[in-house]
């Protein structure tokens, strides 16, 4: 075998390679003509172009099927959920629980609204959302007409919730009998609470136990209506300035002092039957005032 082989020189072998990168007889430079390399550098770029074309084109057709101001993947949750502040558990159940003649613990409960009412604060609300908006119908809003190519947002002011402001009242009525709570629904991207314009969602509170133990119920604003011009959300990118309605409750408690609280949002498009979602359109709790 070794004897086919050929013996050759360092020198012989760097000639072949000389010849190799440039063969002067038949003009081929690394084994092709310079032709040929024009045409392989041509096929390279030519795919090259047609690969990147391929990948800006899905990327494109992908951007542009995506909508921006909306998530692509929303909840199945047609109907939305209600919660209730000071939003104190104990075992189990909210229950909201305060001792009259204890300052520390009714602070506590006031700490919790003061801070929740935080984006409420009336001057916050008078700068982020000084849109007038109209009451009493839908805000329909098609295009992006807000600075930053964004949609309007209409105020909810702490000073809407009256005596439950917060504002005459540091202590929301925790230092007394007459406490309040503030109930808000979650907001859903283009839900419509109700099909019957003239007639808005509004909250309603029915005492489930204890009934001769609730004196009166109040409402703020009137009759714990959340305005039409609070909806639709359109998400958080469309209006970033929304802040969700709210409805303050006071409940004038006598006797024992206790119960047990349902509020429900009632509108046309709200559910509240459904046995999985304890909290789709209502919210229950526990009140109770100890001295
Ligand atoms: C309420 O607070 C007062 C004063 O701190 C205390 O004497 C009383 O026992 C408390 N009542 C209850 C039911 O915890
Ligand atoms: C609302 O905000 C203003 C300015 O930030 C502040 O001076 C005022 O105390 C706040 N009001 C409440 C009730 O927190
Ligand atoms: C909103 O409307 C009221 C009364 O029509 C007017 O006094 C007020 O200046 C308006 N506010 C804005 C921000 O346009
Ligand atoms: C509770 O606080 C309010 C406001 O600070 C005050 O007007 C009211 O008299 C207080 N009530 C009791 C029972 O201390
Ligand atoms: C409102 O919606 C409900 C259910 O979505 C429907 O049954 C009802 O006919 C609608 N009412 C009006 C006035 O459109
Ligand atoms: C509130 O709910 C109760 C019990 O479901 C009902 O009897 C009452 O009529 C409702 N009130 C309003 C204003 O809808």
Not at 85 to 93: A, H, I, K, R
Request: hydrophobic share 35%; proline share 7%.
């Amino acid at each position: 075998m070794a004897t086919l082989k050929e013996k050759r020189t360092c020198g012989q072998r760097c000639e072949d390679f000389g010849r190799f990168v440039w063969n002067s007889d038949n003009g081929t430079f690394m084994g092709r003509t310079p032709e040929k390399w024009v045409y392989i550098s041509l096929y390279y770029v030519a795919f090259y172009v047609v690969m990147t074309g391929l990948f800006s084109l899905a990327i494109y057709v992908l951007m542009y099927t995506l909508d921006p101001y909306a998530p692509d993947y929303q909840d199945r949750l047609k109907s939305p959920g209600v919660m209730v502040w000071p939003d104190t558990y104990g075992e189990e159940d909210i229950e909201i629980n305060y001792n009259t003649s204890d300052k520390a613990c009714w602070t506590k409960m006031s700490k919790i609204l003061h801070k929740f009412l935080g984006p409420y604060n009336d001057t916050k609300q008078l700068e982020c959302n000084n849109y007038n908006c109209t009451k009493g119908k839908y805000f329909i809003q098609k295009t992006f007409s807000a600075p930053h190519h964004t949609k309007w947002a209409c105020p909810f002011t702490q000073s809407m919730l009256g005596p439950c402001s917060g504002l005459e009242d540091p202590t929301f009525g925790y230092n007394c009998t007459m406490p309040c709570v503030v109930i808000k629904m979650n907001r859903i991207i283009d839900f419509l609470p109700t099909n019957h314009t003239e007639l808005p969602p509004y909250v309603n509170c029915t005492i489930l136990e204890g009934q001769s133990n609730v004196a009166k119920i109040e409402y703020f604003p009137d009759r714990g209506v959340m305005d039409l011009s609070y909806f639709p959300y359109y998400g958080k990118l469309a209006q970033p300035t929304y802040v969700n309605p709210l409805v303050a409750v006071r409940f004038s408690l006598v006797g024992e002092k206790h119960a047990k609280i349902q509020c429900r949002v009632v509108g046309d498009k709200i559910g509240y039957q459904s046995y999985h979602e304890p909290y789709e359109g209502k919210v229950t709790f526990y009140l109770k005032a100890m001295k």
